[in-house]
């Protein structure tokens, strides 16, 4: 056997093996091919993920403005409880002040009174004391409607309880008595 031969014999010896790996080759593409997704999964797997993270910032929003609003309206509650104190301290100054000798006592109180609103001032406490304005039904609650010639119909005539406000929000609504139009 010469070294033609030997070279020929070889070839045809690698012959089948070369056709066995392109074949696997070409069956591995056709298998890739076939499980590769389509474009409509991938619009799809798409569209979730886009909808997934929309969510989960939707999530971190909320609870980062609940915790805001926790900060915000903590007080609350407390606030509830205090005003009747201030409610109180209110009458005692208007009582003081009708009270002949009691002139002392009503400045005290007063100046009690003040410093007490003044604090709750800086904590975001703002009193609604409407005597005069139009009736406002998102802060006055009325109790009574009164003919009054006089005064502008709809308009506050007397304020029974005054009403707070806690940034921005309601926290009690002023107790008010309205004037209607006289009877003529």
Known sequence: ??????NEAQQTDAQPELEQTQNEATGEATETMQTAPTEDELA????????????????RRRAS?????????AVEKLLNDLFPVL?????????ATQTD????????VALSLKMFVATLEKSGVIQIDPLGEPFDPQ????????????AEPNSVMEVMQKGYVLNE???RAAKVIVTKAADQ
């Open 65 to 73: 403005r609940d915790v805001e609003n926790a900060h915000k309206f």
């Open 169 to 171: 929000r309601l926290v």
């Open 1 to 6: 056997m010469g070294e033609n031969d030997h």
């Open 139 to 150: 802060h006055h609650e009325a109790m009574a409607m009164v003919p009054n010639a006089d």
């Open 87 to 95: 409610d109180s301290l209110e009458k005692a100054v208007e009582t």
């Open 101 to 108: 000798g009691a002139e002392a006592i009503a400045e005290g």
């Open 44 to 59: 799809k797997v798409k569209d979730q993920l886009l909808r997934t993270i929309a969510e989960s910032e939707n999530i």
